[in-house]
């Protein structure tokens, strides 16, 4: 479920007249109960070699959030959420019904002073990445772990700063397996027309290639200081600590786009440079965004790497939500 900016809301171009995308259930003596979903369909070609166009459900998701007013400053929340993904691998099966898995399951505390939940949710690191396409930034910063049962989370944002760590405990309670834990953090500040942030992420015996100690930072800027124009850039490392020997693998995006009415245009540039080989891609991609309303749109994109062997790819798709 990873949230680009432009995948997540296009935010210029649906902000505008927009209604909040949920449906109150339920307000009434201090409690108040919301549903919202989302239901993603796409035909695309991935980069690669000798790819093949193809339908793909790409997103499907319904949640429920719930807020109970304890005193003024305090409220109690839960929510749970369902994410119905295409999963069965068989090419046989004509119906591919798919799967529906809880993704998020949690409990928590509101304030003044910020939020805190714990249960099942989505790490801070799934938030991370300026990248303002679709499907097509392969070579952008990414990390292999953002969503876990045993989270704690806390959130605190005062419109100017904001902040955020969670620890995620992978044990069952009992000593048979080594400590498997993850430390995040986030750090932002809004100024004028600028969002700068950085996020980090400590993964002990939760390796990437063994069971080895990984860390991830990922450093974003965003300005919106030019009428219709949103402009981003990041750097980030990944490090896998397996042996003697660290892996350090680097990543810079830059991003912009530009809304017209209800159309709004993207373009992207990523690299990714890997030590100690070879590796070093990059990635491209431009995409075209159409508000059929605040709440749908459809968009297509054109994206490519110069891999060996990689041919460019192309997606089409339709998103709706409420």
């Known amino acids: 479920?990873?949230?680009?900016?432009?995948?997540?809301?296009?935010?210029?171009?649906?902000?505008?007249?927009?209604?909040?995308?949920?449906?109150?259930?339920?307000?009434?003596?201090?409690?108040?109960?919301?549903?919202?979903?989302?239901?993603?369909?796409?035909?695309?070609?991935?980069?690669?070699?000798?790819?093949?166009?193809?339908?793909?459900l790409d997103d499907g998701d319904f949640a429920i959030n719930t807020e109970v007013a304890v005193s003024d400053k305090l409220s109690v929340i839960g929510a749970m959420a369902f994410e119905f993904e295409n999963l069965k691998a068989d090419s046989n099966d004509l119906e591919n019904r798919g799967d529906v898995e809880n993704d998020e399951l949690y409990v928590?505390?509101?304030?003044?002073?910020?939020?805190?939940?714990?249960?099942?949710?989505?790490?801070?690191?799934?938030?991370?990445?300026?990248?303002?396409?679709?499907?097509?930034s392969v070579n952008s910063f990414g990390v292999d772990i953002n969503q876990a049962a045993q989270v704690g989370k806390y959130v605190y944002d005062n419109g100017s700063f904001y902040g955020a760590v969670t620890y995620t405990d992978y044990s069952e309670g009992d000593d048979t397996t080594d400590d498997q834990t993850i430390y995040e953090g986030r750090l932002g500040y809004r100024i004028a027309d600028v969002d700068a942030r950085v996020?980090?992420?400590?993964?002990?015996?939760?390796?990437?290639?063994?069971?080895?100690?990984?860390?991830?930072?990922?450093?974003?800027?965003?300005?919106?200081?030019?009428?219709?124009?949103?402009?981003?850039a990041s750097y980030g490392r990944t490090t896998d600590k397996t042996g003697a020997t660290d892996v350090d693998t680097d990543y810079v995006s830059l991003a912009a786009d530009y809304t017209m009415g209800k159309t709004t245009f993207?373009?992207?540039?990523?690299?990714?440079?890997?030590?100690?080989?070879?590796?070093?891609?990059?990635?491209?991609?431009?995409?075209?965004?159409?508000?059929?309303?605040?709440?749908?749109?459809?968009?297509?994109?054109?994206?490519?790497?110069?891999?060996?062997?990689?041919?460019?790819?192309?997606?089409?798709?339709?998103?709706?939500?409420?």
């Open 199 to 232: 996020y980090y992420q400590l993964a002990e015996d939760l390796g990437r290639v063994s069971d080895a100690d990984t860390e991830a930072y990922n450093f974003e800027i965003e300005y919106a200081g030019i009428e219709n124009v949103g402009i981003a």
């Open 108 to 136: 928590g505390f509101k304030g003044d002073w910020g939020q805190f939940t714990a249960g099942r949710q989505y790490l801070l690191m799934d938030d991370s990445g300026i990248t303002k396409d679709y499907e097509l």
């Open 266 to 322: 993207g373009v992207g540039y990523d690299n990714q440079d890997a030590d100690g080989t070879s590796t070093d891609l990059n990635g491209y991609y431009a995409n075209v965004t159409y508000a059929l309303h605040s709440n749908a749109h459809v968009y297509a994109e054109l994206g490519d790497s110069d891999g060996d062997e990689q041919d460019f790819g192309y997606v089409a798709g339709m998103e709706v939500k409420f």
């Open 1 to 56: 479920m990873k949230k680009t900016i432009l995948a997540m809301a296009v935010p210029a171009l649906l902000a505008a007249g927009s209604a909040s995308a949920s449906i109150n259930l339920y307000d009434a003596e201090g409690v108040k109960v919301d549903a919202s979903g989302a239901a993603e369909v796409q035909y695309i070609q991935d980069i690669g070699n000798n790819q093949d166009g193809k339908w793909r």
